[in-house]
């Protein structure tokens, strides 16, 4: 409806929007001159206005704070170097960077879950004044820059983290989110929870009232016996209408783990059912009379309601095929997961770090994050899965799920599956 009034006023917003852009079009010009230090003094002579340079100089100080810092934490398929090159800085000090990496023996070997801190200064031609990457939840490494700006020196770190593991169990009242939250479970691990369950699980539809869930964790404490961080999800069980949906952390091979089901069944499927946490299912697959355009259309995805901001996931690994305008659809992105399979998702607010055409993603990647750009009335994820090119229903897809342990490998994860029912027992005891 918007749409419409707005065409009422155009005839007398049009100076204005001339007025507007042709304001943006010299401050962008002149930001980006000032960027260019270099060529900047080759083309002194339109900048030695002091007037026009203070003003640019503001610009630039209010969009970039000069200090700024970023955390990432590692994912299957990361390496130093993918890590690294994500980073906005300069390919020098990206060298200079990844060499200190690994020079530091303690860091050979990269694992998933290990998170890394990195604080920019933005005024500087070297931007990285310091990192810190976790070797564990128990010990850090922190790099400094040092004066000249050409190497980083390193200093281990212990903190004094104590390791405890929590068993919580519950019925579901209203939301998994909401009754997790009650039993003091951090977000963090809520998240994890969901994006585990994400693959076989339709968090609005298949989950009913008094179904529940039991789940044990890692929670890291510092000496004063406060929760500084958690860990990883060692098991969880969601018990949907009377059936289990167990999973058990497993590692299948060294520093690789995985999560599997009471019958050694990896529990990733190609694609997820569910890209997004949180989110209500607003509109399903199928025939529907569009809210904009008035007349029945078919609906050729399923639409998640979300707030403005909520990560959006890659439902599967692959590579970025588009993340630009698709018309309606405002800001999209299509990711291309094989032969068989694509994914699009529509309205975004903005794209994930990084994510652009030809991009490799992995799954559970954040690609971007809910808006409502393109012909949209409210904030939504509008999500398509397109087989052999034919557009389909996600919510009743039935994939292929991923690594089945078999021979010595499923004998060692009975073992591992035991000991986890031990501690299960053990945990629930001291509970009561
Ligand atoms: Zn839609």
């Avoid at 339109?46 to 000069?66: C, G, Q, V």
């Avoid at 652009?356 to 899965?385: A, D, N």
């Amino acid at each position: 409806m918007k749409y419409f009034k707005l065409s009422n006023y155009k005839d007398y917003s049009i100076f204005f929007w001339i007025i507007l852009v042709s304001i943006i079009g010299i401050t962008i010009t002149t930001i980006y001159k000032t960027n260019k230090e270099d060529e900047a003094q080759k083309i002194k002579g339109t900048l030695d206005n002091i007037y026009l340079k203070k003003i640019t100089k503001e610009i630039t100080n209010n969009l970039e704070p000069r200090y700024s810092s970023l955390d990432y934490v590692s994912r299957s398929g990361d390496t130093y170097q993918s890590i690294v090159d994500s980073l906005n800085i300069i390919k020098e000090e990206k060298k200079i960077l990844l060499e200190s990496i690994l020079k530091e023996k303690s860091l050979k070997i990269l694992r998933t879950n290990q998170k890394f801190i990195f604080k920019f200064d933005n005024m500087t031609k070297f931007k990285i004044v310091e990192f810190k990457i976790e070797t564990d939840k128990k010990n850090e490494i922190i790099f400094t820059s040092s004066n000249a700006k050409n190497s980083f020196t390193s200093k281990k770190i212990k903190k004094n983290f104590k390791k405890k593991l929590v068993y919580k169990e519950t019925s579901i009242i209203d939301s998994l989110y909401n009754s997790a939250l009650n039993l003091k479970i951090s977000p963090n691990i809520i998240i994890e929870f969901a994006r585990l369950y994400g693959f076989q699980v339709d968090f609005q539809r298949d989950i009913w009232k008094d179904d529940s869930f039991q789940i044990i964790y890692e929670e890291y404490l510092n000496d004063k016996n406060q929760i500084v961080d958690t860990g990883e999800i060692i098991f969880a069980n969601l018990n949907l209408q009377n059936n289990d949906l167990q999973l058990y952390k497993y590692e299948y091979e060294k520093n690789k783990v995985d999560y599997f089901d009471e019958n050694g069944k990896s529990i990733k499927k190609t694609l997820m059912k569910t890209p997004i946490n949180g989110a209500r299912l607003s509109s399903s697959y199928g025939k529907r009379k569009h809210p904009i355009l008035g007349y029945t259309k078919m609906h050729t995805g399923t639409d998640f309601a979300a707030p403005t901001g909520t990560p959006i996931m890659a439902s599967g690994d692959g590579k970025v095929m588009k993340a630009g305008w698709c018309g309606g659809g405002g800001k999209c992105v299509k990711i291309k997961h094989n032969k068989t399979y694509q994914t699009v998702y529509a309205h975004m607010s903005k794209f994930g770090r990084g994510i652009k055409k030809g991009v490799r993603v992995k799954q559970g990647q954040i690609i971007g994050y809910v808006g409502s750009t393109g012909m949209s009335t409210g904030p939504h994820l509008h999500y398509e899965v397109i087989e052999n090119g034919r557009k389909i229903n996600s919510q009743k897809l039935r994939l292929p799920s991923g690594k089945i342990l078999k021979g010595e490998d499923r004998k060692k994860f009975e073992v591992s599956k035991i000991k986890i029912d031990v501690l299960k027992s053990n945990l629930i005891i001291k509970n009561n």
